[in-house]
């Protein structure tokens, strides 16, 4: 029996050996690994807003006065609106700031821009005291009258902003000259008749009727040419006769003479600048009227037209900052601000106009109103045709004034 359990047990030992081969192999088990470390993050770093571009302003507004308040408001709002920009603002008595801007800014320091008439454009461009910024405004003054733009520039360069327009015009009271006279011979008759008018005799708001007599003081090319025809001669004829009729019967003979017997309803008009206007409208009210200069025979007068702007600093290292500042007082919001409380003309042709005083002096100006000249030539006529008490007083004949005068500015 023994011997036939042999080959069995055999068998089994074999299927042990063959069933242990192929038995799996064991695995081992897997290794804890340490979860991957998260990126270090540095916590965000405290940057310091940057520091506004600093703007100096110059500006010559009385204290107190209804202009200096205006533009204080239009700057608070600035200063709301453009918090990259902190405006330093410095009031320059209007007698100091010409030659205190000339004088700085010839030493190399002064303002970043100020604003004031176009007096003394020309005369500054020339000297290099003004940042040409024809390029740097270039696309960004729509929306201003091409009056205002012709005012601010030289040779077709652009040498400042506009702001607002000033020229001479007549000013009446509505409740004792219901119609304001619309030429030279209804004005004349009017004073020859014994109604008081406050005219003013100068050369400078008298310019305006030389060319209502067909006269011109230069031809295109800046020469005299005053005592050419019979123009400047007709109308210093006419003032003249305007001039003895105020004299005959002690009328006051400049602007501000005649502010007091305008106001108090003894003159029934007075011609003077657009400047005066405030003074004009708290006394008078409603009754306050504007119209343009009388007409002569030749056609409209026209007075020249001042513009106030701003001008920039060719020094400045903040140009600019500074002709954002100026487009900013120059926008819709801050001009409507100017001319509703400080009855500033504005330069813009998209402002609502609501004061009928204001659009009189924008039709005024329009109607024939001409761009200071820039050129130094016209020191020939300040030098030569302000003189004019020689006719008023001293009985020169109007002719031989105009002779005289020519010859001297053409020597």
């Keep these: 029996m023994t011997k036939k359990l042999l080959p069995v047990i055999s068998l089994m030992m074999v299927l042990v050996l063959i069933l242990t081969a192929c038995a799996a192999k064991p695995t081992a088990a897997p290794v804890a690994t340490e979860a991957p ?8 770093v405290a940057t310091e807003a940057a520091a506004p571009v600093e703007v100096t302003f110059w500006h010559a507004y009385g204290t107190g006065s209804a202009e200096e308040l205006a533009l204080a408001k239009n700057l608070e709002q600035a200063a709301i609106d453009m918090p990259d920009i902190k405006i330093n603002v410095l009031q320059v008595p209007f007698n100091d700031i010409f030659n205190k801007y000339t004088t700085d800014v010839a030493a190399g320091g002064g303002p970043d821009m100020f604003i004031a008439p176009n007096d ?3 005369d500054e461009a020339r000297a290099g005291l003004l940042a040409d910024i024809t390029d ?3 696309g960004q003054l729509d929306g201003v009258s091409q009056l205002g733009i012709d005012g601010m520039s030289l040779d077709g360069k652009l040498y400042g902003i506009p702001e607002t327009l000033k020229a001479v015009t007549l000013w009446y009271n509505k409740e004792l000259l219901p119609t304001p006279p619309a030429t030279t011979d209804e004005l004349l008759k009017l004073m020859q008749d014994g109604t008081e008018v406050a005219f003013t005799y100068g050369c400078y708001h008298d310019y305006g009727f030389f060319s209502a007599f067909g006269g011109e003081i230069f031809d295109s090319n800046w020469k005299v040419i005053a005592d050419q025809g019979t123009g400047v001669v007709d109308a210093m004829t006419w003032l003249n006769q305007l001039y003895q009729i105020s004299k005959a019967n002690s009328w006051t003979k400049n602007d501000s003479d005649g502010l007091a017997p305008f106001t108090e309803g003894k003159a029934v008009a007075i011609v003077n600048g657009n400047w005066a206007m405030g003074d004009y409208k708290t006394a008078l009210g409603d ?3 504007v119209a343009p200069l009388p007409a002569g025979p030749a056609g409209p007068a026209k007075p020249m037209l001042g513009v106030d702007g701003f001008y920039f600093n060719p020094n400045s290292a903040n140009k600019e900052a500074a002709l954002k500042v100026a487009l900013y007082l120059t926008n819709v919001k801050s001009q409507t ?7 500033h003309v504005p330069v813009r042709t998209d402002i609502t106009i609501t004061d009928p005083l204001i659009q009189g002096l924008v039709d005024a100006f329009n109607t024939g109103a001409t761009i200071r000249p820039q050129v130094p030539q016209l020191g020939l006529y300040w030098s030569n045709f302000c003189g004019t008490d020689q006719v008023y007083e ?4 109007p002719d031989a004034w105009v002779k005289a005068g020519a010859e001297a500015a053409n020597k």
């Design 120 to 122: 003394n454009l020309g």
């Design 337 to 343: 601000v100017m001319m509703t409380d400080a009855g």
């Design 394 to 397: 001293q009985g020169i004949a």
């Design 136 to 138: 740097l405004a270039a």
């Design 287 to 289: 009754k306050l009227g």
């Design 37 to 44: 470390a998260a990126a270090a993050t540095e916590a965000p």
